[in-house]
């Protein structure tokens, strides 16, 4: 077995579902490891649009199998809807679509918590999904939470019960939140665990294993800085995000791990709240979002848009040991002047390389590198020798200062918009 693993160094969008489905067909199986439906990834081919949230990227490859692993927290409803989305557009999954039995399950009663923690944080909000992440990981990490592998047992009726009233004792003795579509939520939920039934429940662990020359890409979700030890804590997601979560997200041992692929845009983006130095407020950032289309693809709010920032980006690769990069959106640039990277930071008083403790936006002040930009359409071009002068600088310049090859430049949103170096 070989591992290879793709993952997000920023605060996740890079395009990580476009590059999956454009290498899936190199592997015999794509695996999710961590986190849920917070996630949104596009994938667009023949004109047509494919956003997503569960279901691994490699779906839409007919020869490739897809594994939910047992690190990733499913919600019933939202995958059920996915699968729907998938038979409307006539991509079959019976039998290639596998689901460990140890990946937990996020309850309705999760969502109503999220919520009302957000509430309750008031301008601290993390600005999450609300899609129950957090609560849902805090129930395994806690050892209450129900897992895939409950709803083949008798007893799995006893348990939700038994949970979703422990949850409503907290939202109403701790948060005083109320939700009056409860009843029908849990209603919709337990109907969704029903076709969950009919699909692939596997071990994940033997699954995998017990196939030799089986060569496995696990697909990551949010970003390195969204991780919940080494992104900008408290605004992160509830679970890592990072390489080594592969290994404990598909039950795969380190040594299987050969080529860890990280992916980053052209400039940055954040959606939600939290720190993030290089944001321009201006209308270059504007700009960006516009050409961009920098809208959340789960939750559809604005993306936050700035330069990138190569101390943030080298950290990345240090944490996950990135052995090559898939650099994306090159073409949203075009057309800016004068583009930056930052380079350092100034902390307190001091020129920096390197992200400290609280990477506070107030007390860190990037330190810019300038870049003269192009003005011709990428989009088309499927030779990297045949880019802008200007773009192929911006990109050998990272390069050179990140010490990892940039295998892939994506220049555009569709499958084919893709230059393989
Ligand atoms: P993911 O969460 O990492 O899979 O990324 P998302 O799908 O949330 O966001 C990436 C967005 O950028 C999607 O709308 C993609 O269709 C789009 N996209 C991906 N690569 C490119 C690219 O190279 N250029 C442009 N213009 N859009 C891209
Ligand atoms: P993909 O896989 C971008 C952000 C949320 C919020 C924080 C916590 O598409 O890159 P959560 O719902 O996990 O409690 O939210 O993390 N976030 C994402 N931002 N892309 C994602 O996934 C994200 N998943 C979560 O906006 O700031
Ligand atoms: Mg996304």
């Given at each position: 077995?070989?591992?290879?693993?793709?993952?997000?160094?920023?605060?996740?969008?890079e395009?990580k579902?476009k590059?999956?489905?454009?290498?899936g067909?190199k592997?015999?199986?794509?695996?999710?490891?961590?986190?849920?439906p917070?996630?949104?990834?596009?994938?667009?081919?023949?004109?047509?649009?494919?956003v997503?949230?569960?279901?691994?990227?490699?779906?839409?490859q007919k020869?490739?199998?897809?594994l939910?692993?047992?690190?990733?927290?499913?919600?019933?409803?939202i995958?059920s809807n996915?699968?729907?989305?998938?038979?409307?557009?006539?991509?079959?999954?019976?039998?290639?679509?596998y689901i460990s039995?140890?990946a937990?399950?996020?309850?309705?009663?999760?969502?109503?918590?999220?919520?009302?923690s957000e509430?309750?944080?008031?301008?601290?909000k993390?600005?999450?999904?609300l899609k129950?992440?957090?609560?849902?990981?805090?129930?395994?990490?806690?050892?209450?939470?129900?897992?895939?592998g409950?709803?083949?047992?008798?007893?799995?009726?006893?348990k939700?019960?038994s949970?979703t009233?422990?949850h409503?004792?907290i939202?109403?003795?701790y948060?005083?939140?109320?939700n009056?579509?409860q009843?029908?939520?849990?209603?919709?939920?337990?109907?969704?665990?029903?076709?969950?039934?009919?699909?692939?429940?596997?071990?994940?662990?033997?699954?995998?294993?017990k196939?030799?020359?089986?060569?496995?890409?696990?697909e990551?979700?949010?970003g390195?800085?969204l991780?919940v030890?080494f992104?900008?804590y408290?605004?992160?997601?509830s679970?890592?995000t990072?390489?080594?979560s592969?290994?404990?997200?598909l039950?795969?041992?380190?040594?299987?791990?050969?080529k860890v692929?990280g992916?980053?845009?052209?400039?940055?983006?954040?959606?939600?709240?939290?720190?993030?130095?290089?944001?321009?407020n201006?209308?270059?950032g504007k700009?960006?979002?516009?050409?961009?289309h920098?809208?959340g693809s789960?939750t559809?709010?604005?993306?936050?848009?700035?330069?990138l920032?190569?101390?943030?980006?080298?950290?990345?690769?240090?944490i996950?040991?990135?052995?090559?990069?898939?650099?994306t959106?090159?073409d949203?640039l075009t057309s800016?002047?004068?583009?930056k990277i930052c380079?350092?930071?100034?902390h307190?008083?001091?020129?920096?390389?390197y992200?400290?403790?609280?990477i506070d936006t107030?007390?860190?002040k990037?330190?810019?590198?300038?870049?003269n930009?192009?003005?011709d359409?990428v989009?088309?071009?499927n030779?990297f020798?045949?880019?802008p002068?200007?773009l192929?600088n911006?990109?050998?310049?990272?390069?050179?200062?990140?010490?990892?090859?940039i295998?892939?430049?994506?220049?555009?949103?569709?499958?084919?918009?893709?230059i393989?170096?």
């Open positions: 077995m070989k591992v290879d693993i793709l993952l997000g160094l920023q605060w996740g969008d395009g579902g590059i999956v489905d454009f290498i067909k592997y015999n199986l794509i695996g999710r490891f961590q986190g849920g917070n996630a949104g990834h596009t994938i667009k081919f023949n004109n047509q649009t494919h997503l949230h569960t279901i691994p990227s490699g779906i839409f020869k490739t199998e897809n939910i692993g047992n690190g990733v927290v499913i919600d019933p409803i995958f996915e699968l729907l989305k998938l038979k409307e557009n006539n991509i079959k999954y019976n039998n290639n679509l039995r140890k937990h399950l996020i309850m309705p009663t999760h969502r109503y918590l999220d919520a009302a509430i309750a944080k008031g301008n601290k993390v600005g999450s999904t129950g992440i957090g609560p849902t990981y805090m129930d395994k990490t806690g050892r209450n939470g129900l897992r895939v409950d709803i083949e047992s008798k007893d799995f009726q006893k939700f019960k949970l009233k422990k409503n004792q939202l109403k003795k948060y005083s939140y109320q009056s579509s009843k029908k939520d849990i209603d919709i939920w337990l109907k969704s665990i029903e076709n969950l039934k009919k699909l692939n429940i596997v071990d994940g662990e033997y699954f995998i294993n196939r030799k020359k089986i060569q496995i890409l696990a990551g979700a949010q390195t800085l991780d030890d992104g900008s408290p605004f992160v997601t679970s890592n990072i390489s080594a592969a290994c404990i997200g039950g795969v041992a380190p040594n299987k791990i050969k692929i992916i980053f845009k052209a400039y940055c983006t954040r959606v939600g709240s939290g720190p993030f130095p290089t944001e321009l201006d209308k270059i700009k960006i979002q516009k050409n961009g920098e809208f789960t559809g709010r604005s993306r936050r848009c700035g330069w920032d190569l101390p943030s980006l080298k950290y990345a690769t240090m996950n040991g990135v052995t090559e990069l898939v650099i959106k090159i949203v800016i002047k004068k583009i380079t350092h930071y100034k307190n008083g001091k020129k920096i390389n992200l400290p403790f609280n107030e007390k860190l990037p330190i810019y590198k300038e870049f930009g192009w003005n359409d989009s088309q071009i030779k020798e045949r880019l002068n200007n192929k911006y990109i050998e310049y990272l390069e050179k200062e990140l010490m990892i090859p295998k892939i430049v994506s220049v555009g949103p569709d499958r084919s918009e893709t393989h170096r």
